[in-house]
Structure formats: structure tokens, C-alpha cells
């Protein structure tokens, strides 16, 4: 099956840019998601299809996918953007959905 | 407002079954594909299940293929979960998630209904 890599945490400071990786195996050629889950609340979606926002997400979120790792970026990075993060396609070759394993976004 | 309400979650033995519902609103349920995924204590997001809109074709993760079946009533706005011979590693917090369309991942959660097995 198919199988999506994330660092487990990535640490950034107050209005830097904190960029969180997914790998997977030729991960450019599908759709990856992101999601945004803060502790005690269920996921929010933060992009979809690589690189769009859904309405209320700022945009200093942003995400690229090419190759073998797709990125989502958080400029500007606030305190309240503390959370883990995690990446999901669909993976058509055994019609299951994928999650990373997550990343833990600490804002120092 | 689109809400996603589960239910259903409890303390179940080694073996046991659960039946697991999420009553939808705010949105045309018909229309839309729908999945579970669940969050074991501490740990990340794991895909369950999914199910088309009309109810026809349905997916599951290896970990729970043939313990587990997904469902929905469109006429109620609800999509269930029956979990037949549950193990200690089906402890977690099942959230019913709404499917955007086309692979683009979901738009919408519930809070999750938590589900204990205790051997």
C-alpha cells in the first residue's frame, strides 16, 4: 500500500516560514491534502488539490507537490498555527485513502 | 451550517461488535461520498472506510476489511459503521467525515464518538 512520510515535528519561529514535507512515491502525480488538527478539535482542511485554500483559510497557507514531496507552507507563522499537520491522497492503485503520519508544528 | 454528529461509541469487550451512526445536516447528503477515519489515544489519523453516494460501492482500509461495514440511509441523512470482532487496536476516536467531490479530500468533520476495547 501506499505509504506518505512526514517529519514528525518541525519547529519555527513567530512570523518565519515553517514548511512541513510529504513524501511519497512519485507524489506528484496525484492530489494531496492537508490537514490541520489543533488538540481536543477534529482535522480542518487547510489545502486541497496541492495548492488551493478553502474559504477561511488565510493565505499564508500554501502548498507545491512535485516529484516525490509535496510541501505546505505557513508564512508568517503565528502562535495559534501550533498544531500538527497531516497529508492524505487517494491512492487509486488499492482505492484507499492515505494519511501521514503527521507533523507537529511547534511555534517557539 | 453543515453538522456531522456521531454516536454510537462505548466500552466494548474483545470481540465484540459496535454500530457506530453519524446523523448529517446543512448539507444534500445524497450528493456527497462519505468516510470514517479514526485517531487511536495520541496518535495520527487513520483512514477507515469509505462509501459512494448512493451507497453502491464502498472501501476499506486492510486493517479492518471484513470486520467492518459501512452503510448509509439517505432518506435519514445518516451514515453508520458496524464493527464486528473488535480488537484493543480498534481503540480510538472514529470521526464521520464529508467527502468534497473528486478526490479533494474532506471538508467537514464531526467531534468523533470514542470507542474503547477492553480485553
Known amino acids: 500500500s501506499y505509504v506518505l512520510t512526514q517529519p514528525p515535528s518541525v519547529s519555527v519561529a513567530p512570523g518565519k516560514t515553517a514548511r512541513i514535507t510529504c513524501g511519497g512515491n512519485?507524489?506528484?502525480?496525484?492530489?494531496v491534502h492537508w490537514y490541520q488538527q489543533k488538540p481536543g478539535q477534529a482535522p480542518v482542511l487547510v489545502i486541497y488539490?496541492?495548492?488551493d485554500r478553502p474559504s477561511g483559510i488565510p493565505e499564508r497557507f500554501s502548498g507545491s507537490n512535485s516529484g516525490n514531496t509535496a510541501t505546505l507552507s505557513i508564512s508568517r507563522v503565528e502562535a495559534g498555527d501550533e498544531a500538527d499537520y497531516y497529508c492524505q491522497v487517494w491512492d487509486s492503485s488499492s482505492d484507499q485513502w492515505v494519511f501521514g503520519g503527521g507533523t507537529k508544528l511547534t511555534v517557539l | 451550517e453543515v453538522q456531522l454528529v456521531e454516536s454510537g461509541g462505548g466500552l466494548v469487550q474483545t470481540g465484540g461488535s459496535l454500530r457506530l451512526s453519524c446523523a448529517a445536516s446543512g448539507f444534500t447528503f445524497s450528493s456527497y461520498a462519505m468516510s470514517w477515519v479514526r485517531q487511536a489515544p495520541g496518535k495520527g489519523l487513520e483512514w477507515v472506510s469509505a462509501?459512494?453516494?448512493?451507497?453502491?460501492?464502498?472501501y476499506y482500509a486492510d486493517s479492518v476489511k471484513g470486520r467492518f461495514t459501512i452503510s448509509r440511509d439517505n432518506s435519514k441523512n445518516t451514515l453508520h459503521l458496524q464493527m464486528n470482532s473488535l480488537r484493543a487496536e480498534d481503540t480510538a476516536l472514529y470521526y464521520c467525515?464529508?467527502?468534497?467531490?473528486?478526490?479533494?479530500?474532506?471538508?467537514?468533520w464531526g467531534q468523533g464518538t470514542l470507542v474503547t476495547v477492553s480485553s
Open positions: 512519485d507524489i506528484g502525480s496525484k492530489s
Open positions: 488539490y496541492d495548492a
Open positions: 462509501l459512494s453516494t448512493s451507497g453502491g460501492t464502498t
Open positions: 467525515a464529508k467527502d468534497q467531490g473528486n478526490d479533494s479530500g474532506f471538508d467537514y
